[in-house]
Every structure is written in C-alpha cells, then in structure tokens.
C-alpha cells in the first residue's frame, strides 16, 4: 500500500551531510569501544581530569580536590548525596555565581522531574558536554545508522516524539535556560550541527500554525496529523509511554485527522493544497480494519526507539505488534539528564555497554540502603545477574552523585559490564517488605506467564483493610478480558513471586505482617487515558514517565475509578 509523503531525498548537501553524520555516529563507537580495551586507566583519566579541572572550586577548595589522587582519596573526601544535598551548590550557580561546582559557566540548566516530581537544575558546562555528554551521545545512534539506514535518508522518515523545540525559554534567576535536553540546539549552543537527533529535521519538527507552547497535547496532534501524509519508518520516544501513547492518539483523534488531510488544514488552520486522495485512503483502512493501527498507516514502520526495560517490558512486545510485526524495539541509553550510564552499541534489545569514558562510576548493591558513607565498588566488582545503585561524578560538577537509578547487569562484553535500566530506588516499605520496581516487574512477568496473559500497563497501590493487616492492590490493564479463573490463579502467582523476589515481602507475609495480594482489573485503556489527561494539564509529555508505586491516594482513586470487571480479588 503506497503512503503519500511531503518531501523528497534532499540534494547533495543534505547526503554529504548524512555522511559526515554517520562517520561521526561510527567514530564515537569505535573510540568507546577502544577505551574497553583498559577500562580502568580510562576510569582514572576521568578521575585525574575532573579533579585537576575542578581544584580550584569553591566545592574543590572545600574538598581539597585539588590533594586527591586516586577513587579511594574521592571517597574519604567527599560522602554519597543526592540531589538535595548538592542543591545550595547548585543554586548558587543558577544566580549567576562563578566557580562553584565547576571551572567553567554553565550554558543551559537541564530540567527533571525526578522521583519526587519537583524541577531539578541540572548544570549543563560546554567542557561536560564536550568530554562527558556528546561522545556517548553521538554513539548512542550507531546501531540504528549501521543496521536501519534508510530511516535517515529523508527528514521524515522519523517521528521524533519527545522533540519539542521552544521560541521562549524558562530561565534560571541568571538567565540562562531551564529547559529539557530535547529543547536544545546543540549546534546553536554548543557548536555540534551535527548533533541534531534523526527527526528533528521533519516537516512537523517546527510547527507553521500557532500553538500555546504549554498546550502539548496540542502539538502531538498537529505532529501526528502531519505525519500521516509520510512514510514514517522510526518513531523515537526515548520514555516508552510516549510510544504507547501513539496507537491510542491515532484511535481517538481518527475523525479530526482525516477531515484536516481531506480539507487541508492543520488544526482547523490552512495549511496546504487538500489531500483528498490521502484521506480517501485513510479512510478505506479504517473500514478495512475498524481499528487503525501506526502498522496500517506507516506499512514500512522499521523501528521504535525506547527505554525497553522496567514496566516497558510488560508491555512493549504487543505494543511492537500496533506498529508492525517485523519492528524492531532498539534500547535508548541508560541516562539521565546528570549524565549517562550505559549505551547500547549493537542491537541487544536491552543493555548498553558502560561508558566508562564519561564519568567516574561506583555501585552500591540495590538491596542496601544508600547513606553518605555507604561502601562502594568498581566496575571490576560487579556480577552479572546482579541490581546496583548507580553513583557517578563527572567534569560538569556531580561528585558521588547517587541519581536514583537501579541497574541491572546483563553480562561483560570487551571487558566493560553491560547494563539495563532496572527501575528508580524508589522502595515500597509498609512492613519491612522493601520491595523495588524491578522486584514487583519480575513478579508481575512471571505471574502473567502463568496464564499466557498481557497487560498494557501496572500500578501498585498498600492499602489497610479494616480490621486487617496492609496489602498490595494491583491495578492491571489487561489486553483482553480474563476469567475469574485467571484472575485467582495470577494473584496467586504474584503473591508467590514478590515473596520470590523479596526476602522482606516473604517474611512479612509469613509473619502476618501483610496480607495477600488484591488484584483490580482496569480497562486497556486507562493507562493510556491517566497519560493523556496529565499531557493535557500541561506536563510535558517526555516527562510523564510511567509509575508503579502509587500512595498518592487521589492519584489512586482517579486511575482506577473506572475499574472495568469485579472487585478487588
């Protein structure tokens, strides 16, 4: 089935630039996996380099960074933190203040969310992004340029989600931006014009009718609406429930996107000649297959580009299906907006290699809680099959940075671990349980398993019944409706695999502590629905991440409102 398409293979400046692209995209993954070759003189490099840099601080003055030596010296002088503990240092920075954590200015101040939902202010210098950030940046798309090349022949063969360029950035009190790392022009910054991701060059990358720069459900629409007149062949979202966002947005804005392509609009706004033959075909696939599909409009749909661990797994091989079932699910990097972790250089569907090039790095086991003087081990220490708190420090300021996030490692490839993205370190204690995302993932795979069953999404929920000891209520979307049979035999299922799981959970049901699990059974869609309505009230959409703990009990009742069978089992 032929698909319209709104641009052509651009002329030979647009080749000769997709060439220097790739040389680079390639150079960068040699250059890491040269650094494999030693990995610890490459570790004590970044170390010599960051404290050399940084000696002169405030911060370094008042470490004495300047007299450390080695990773053990590191560790006597400066304790684990977290965010809250490096802020005063930060806020100092983002006043105008020079000196502070790092030798040079910050140009732009990356905003997260983190697991608590304030805005952090991560500083972002041109000497991190030089020697830290754009290596494994630029390495990060080399399995996607060696194996999936014709996605970056034209501008619009990728359908880059989370990319959302702004005229008017928020600013910190100095002036500089407070924005997210997808709102940055790298090349108008940072002098990197190669550094433009695949997408950002599409006709929908800068929207030409108006739009509320807040108004973000809005501009998925109008991108989405553009894109059904390409050949869209990737689609990027780097968090994975943006991606499943787009099967259902493409269900419920059906109507308005075939009228705007019939009659030429964008938004209800004039946009270009109509396009009656497009619409005409969109709507014998709707027809044809009731449910429209991204796999029925983009029939040379390739690859999806995405997180594809933590509850992504549960969900991620029927959403694969939704856009065609020879799509590939390629792993974005393990990283954050403080700094990278791991990057995939090849196509293992979850694990990227350590980019033992970029930061310092140190591992605390995942069971053990994180404090200023926790113990800590190398790379050379970890264990395949084993989670661990990630801690870093880097050249842009972080020293012992515990950022929130879990690992898992796979296994060693060219002497470096492999890692996956596990979950954040966010723990659920309501009896001495301790349970972690990852734990609660594992056990809702395998209770699944027991029956052949999918669900679209999780949550998790400790209530206290009246009169009774606390337990965990799951809420489950399922793909199709279960049985009552079904539903007992995976609750059973995860009961059995949280205590598999956690020695916490098991003790504390075996003591009575809590009681057995409960299962809720939502609609498919409420997930989807919950992601939409937070869009709408102005979240930006690369930041509504999913979430498995919820206590918020608002939040709680909202998501499961519209439960769609039974009770609680």
Not at 32 to 42: I, Q
Request: glycine share 8%.
């Amino acid at each position: 089935m032929k698909t319209a398409e709104t641009t052509t293979a651009g002329p030979p400046a647009g080749e000769e630039r997709l060439d220097r692209y790739r040389a680079r995209v390639f150079l960068e993954r040699d250059r890491l996996r040269e650094a494999f070759a030693d990995p610890a003189a490459r570790q004590r490099e970044v170390l010599a380099d960051l404290l050399a840099f940084n000696a002169g601080t405030a911060y370094g003055k008042a470490h004495d960074l300047g007299r450390l030596r080695t990773l053990d010296d590191l560790r006597a002088a400066v304790p684990v933190q977290d965010y809250a503990a490096l802020s005063p240092w930060i806020e100092r920075m983002a006043e105008g203040e020079p000196n502070v954590l790092t030798a040079d200015q910050p140009a732009v101040f990356f905003t997260s969310s983190g697991s608590t939902g304030a805005h952090k202010k991560i500083p972002v210098t041109p000497r991190f992004m030089r020697t830290t950030f754009f290596p494994f940046y630029y390495a990060a798309w080399a399995p996607m340029a060696e194996h999936f090349p014709d996605v970056l022949t034209r501008p619009d063969a990728v359908l880059n989600l989370k990319h959302d360029p702004v005229a008017a950035h928020p600013t910190t009190a100095s002036g500089r931006p407070h924005v997210g790392a997808s709102q940055v022009d790298f090349g108008k910054m940072f002098g990197e014009h190669l550094s433009a991701e695949p997408g950002t060059a599409a006709p929908w990358a800068t929207l030409p009718v108006p739009v509320a720069a807040g108004d973000y459900l809005e501009k998925m629409y109008l991108r989405l609406r553009m894109a059904v007149e390409s050949d869209v062949r990737c689609v990027i979202g780097i968090n994975p429930a943006m991606v499943a966002a787009l099967p259902y947005q493409l269900r419920q804005w059906w109507p308005r996107i075939v009228k705007d392509v019939r009659d030429g609009t964008l938004g209800g706004h004039p946009y270009r000649a109509p396009n009656r033959e497009r619409a005409a075909e969109l709507e014998r696939l709707a027809a044809y297959f009731g449910t429209v599909r991204p796999a029925h409009v983009w029939p040379n749909m390739r690859l999806l580009f995405c997180w594809t661990t933590g509850l992504a797994s549960l969900y991620l091989p029927r959403l694969r299906e939704e856009f065609g079932p020879g799509v590939t699910a390629l792993p974005a990097p393990v990283a954050a907006s403080e700094g990278p972790v791991g990057v995939a250089l090849d196509r293992h569907p979850t694990a990227g290699s350590l980019v033992v090039t970029a930061s310092v790095y140190e591992f605390v086991d995942a069971d053990q809680e994180l404090g200023p003087d926790v113990a800590t081990l190398g790379p050379d220490e970890l264990e395949a099959g084993r989670e661990y708190h990630v801690i870093y420090s880097h050249v842009g300021g972080l020293y012992r940075y515990a950022g929130g996030d879990v690992v898992r490692v796979v296994d060693t490839v060219d002497g470096v671990p492999r890692l996956s993205y596990a979950g954040r370190r966010n723990v659920s204690d309501a009896a001495g349980e301790r349970l972690r995302d990852a734990q609660v993932v594992r056990a809702l795979r395998s209770a699944l398993g027991v029956a052949g069953l999918a669900a679209r999404n999780a949550a998790c929920h400790v209530e206290t019944p009246e009169g009774g000891a606390p337990r965990y209520v799951f809420a489950l979307a399922g793909e199709s409706v279960w049985s009552a049979d079904e539903t007992r035999r995976i609750t059973a299922a995860l009961d059995t695999g949280l205590a598999r799981e956690s020695a916490g959970y098991r003790a504390a049901r075996d003591a009575g502590r809590l009681g057995p699990v409960a299962l809720l059974l939502l609609d498919p869609d409420a997930f989807l629905r919950e992601w939409q309505d937070t869009v709408a009230r102005g979240v930006r959409p690369p930041q509504v991440k999913d979430r498995l703990f919820r206590q918020d009990p608002e939040n709680w009742r909202q998501l499961t409102a519209a439960a769609r069978q039974g009770d609680r089992s």
